[in-house]
């Protein structure tokens, strides 16, 4: 038996005959194994574990490795392909700031949590993240932390209530600029003193964009009185937006994308080791750019999200994309800016550039409203979820829904299985089709890196693998697989920290600490053990496997590679 490693740019094609023969399949423990089941023409890569041993003290020491539960269970109830590949992100709040509460949205599928910078102090988030860090280590999950920046929004109001406020039709209500503590009857208190410069009797006032609308009735001051004339509800630190005459009253334009406060809270992130950020308002490149060079300069490797809520982000969608490691759809106040109408497709379009250009994008805002309220989402909510997942979202986000509803754990719920129930829908009608489906338009920079990852992905759906394994430091190559969308998951192994944090928001990916070797045999040999020892693989599956990891004695010009096995 012999191995080496290929760079699938420097092979021939077509294949020579000498390679174009089926591979028999190699174990880990240096025994063939026959694979019948899988036989391709030309070059296959595969490795499959062997007869599985008894657990020993040796296999026993994995168990401690950074393998998360909620996967490791999911795994066990569903096997490979059963595995849910779209990520999920809950908005934590009053309603699921408890370690309970988040211990049961953990355990209910939360990958990523967020934090909304616009509300609570800076106290309370730091004991949310503490609490999340807590069941990472003492729990076994692998749950991710981002922080919302505020962003430079002058139409934000408070009504005072720990809640949602109901705003019935024809009530009058004060917005006010004063400052004071606890509830007010039908008094919004306003979070920017000028919010009202500008306004004139008869504009229309919108709450959430269309969560509850207003009629400006008199201007006192810097303050306004309203007439409800559309009713509905009413969130803690609700965004307000002013219409005139149908046209949106622009008055955010000249302000910087980070506020003071935000930079006082990107601070407070760094300090306490958050995995995300998320701009909000983003209006070119240069607001992300200088976000990320301020990062690199405190050494850390914190990912930033552009949020993609306005005109102005959409006109410049490509380079915002394209500097942001991340990208959010804020369809809520994207929506008050651009007709309703066109949401659909601007989100799809938004998905399709993402996943061009590798970078996950996370689908928010107004996913299960209804369950803010009601222990059951309405049909129309559910095949929004589900067209979201269709069109290969990275990642879907709950906001009031977890922060401030009673049934945060039951809409996380209806989100994992709706999102598993579409998977195993569009793979079974990918199976079935025989036009190529979901084709990636256009090459990224470093074409080798995505050659081989575009290969392996179409083995892996091809040959019928089990699972894709891929040894990373930095996280690209598990990424580029992501981007595939490949049937089979994607279990990431990685010795750094911020890159098992990192792919908690890649779609399929399966992020696992472990400490990886310049020995590539051996890499594999743990890993596999690591699996098998949880009872995850059984004779006659097989992986494909991927690296990027470059041995530190090599030069800098080794590049991203795959393992090859022949049978001589």
């Not at 211990?103 to 939360?110: E, N, R, T, V, Y």
């Not at 506020?259 to 983003?282: H, L, N, Q, R």
């Not at 601007?346 to 689908?363: A, M, S």
């Not at 222990?375 to 829904?401: F, I, K, N, W």
């Amino acid at each position: 038996m012999a191995s080496f490693t290929a760079d699938l740019s420097l092979i021939p094609k077509p294949l020579p005959k000498t390679l174009r023969k089926t591979i028999s399949r190699v174990s880990l423990s240096r025994k063939i194994v026959p694979f019948n089941r899988l036989k391709a023409k030309g070059l296959t890569m595969h490795v499959a574990s062997a007869v599985i041993e008894p657990k020993t003290e040796e296999t026993e020491e994995f168990l401690s490795l950074g393998f998360d539960v909620v996967t490791e269970a999911e795994l066990t109830e569903k096997g490979f392909l059963g595995l849910r590949k779209t990520k999920l992100v809950c908005t934590v709040g009053p309603a699921c700031c408890s370690y309970e509460e988040l211990w049961k949205l953990a355990m209910g599928g939360m990958n990523v949590a967020r934090l909304n910078m616009c509300h609570n102090t800076k106290e309370w988030h730091q004991d949310v993240i503490r609490k999340i860090k807590k069941l990472n280590s003492e729990q076994g999950f692998c749950v991710s932390v981002m922080i919302d920046t505020e962003g430079s929004q002058i139409h934000v109001a408070d009504h005072g209530a720990p809640s949602s406020v109901k705003a019935e039709d024809g009530s009058i209500w004060f917005f006010t600029t004063e400052q004071f503590e606890g509830c007010r009857p039908f008094t919004v208190q306003a979070s920017y003193e000028g919010f009202a410069e500008g306004i004139k009797e008869g504009d229309e006032l919108v709450v959430d964009g269309g969560m509850a609308t207003f009629k400006v009735i008199e201007r006192i001051g810097n303050d306004l009185r309203c007439e409800c004339i559309d009713p509905g509800l009413l969130l803690p630190r609700a965004k307000l937006s002013f219409w005139r005459d149908g046209k949106l009253v622009d008055k955010h334009h000249e302000l910087p994308t980070l506020s003071t406060k935000d930079w006082s809270d990107i601070e407070f992130g760094i300090s306490e080791g958050v995995d995300f950020i998320a701009m909000s308002f983003v209006k070119d490149a240069d607001a992300v750019n200088h976000l990320k060079n301020y990062l690199s300069t405190k050494n850390k490797s914190i990912k930033v999200l552009a949020k993609i809520e306005s005109l102005e982000s959409l006109h410049k969608l490509e380079e915002i994309v394209e500097a942001s490691d991340g990208i959010m759809v804020a369809r809520g106040d994207l929506g008050v800016e651009i007709p309703l109408e066109q949401i659909p497709t601007v989100q799809e379009d938004i998905i399709n550039l993402c996943r061009q250009l590798n970078k996950p994008v996370i689908v928010a805002s107004q996913l299960l409203e209804s369950m803010i309220e009601y222990p059951t989402p309405t049909r129309a909510e559910v095949a929004d979820v589900s067209e979201a997942v269709r069109q290969y979202a990275d990642a879907l986000m709950l906001s009031g829904e977890s922060a401030v509803g009673s049934f945060g754990e039951k809409a996380l719920s209806v989100l994992r299985m709706a999102s598993s129930r579409m998977e195993l829908w569009s793979r079974e009608e990918n199976h079935q089709s025989s036009v190529p489906q979901h084709k990636l338009g256009i090459s990224l920079p470093d074409q080798i890196a995505e050659q081989i990852c575009n290969c392996a992905s179409q083995m892996a759906n091809n040959l019928g693998v089990d699972a894709v394994f891929v040894y990373t430091r930095h996280g690209q190559m598990a990424s580029l697989l992501s981007r595939n969308r490949p049937n089979p998951p994607i279990f990431a192994f990685t010795d750094e920290k911020s890159t098992q944090m990192a792919l908690n928001l890649q779609w399929g990916v399966m992020p696992i600490l472990v400490d990886l070797s310049d020995d590539m045999d051996d890499n594999i040999t743990k890993t596999t053990d690591l699996i098998k020892a949880k009872a995850m693989l059984k004779e006659g599956d097989a992986v494909l496997i991927v690296s990027d990891v470059i041995p530190t004695r090599s030069t800098p010009t080794v590049y991203q590679s795959l393992q090859v096995k022949i049978i001589s």
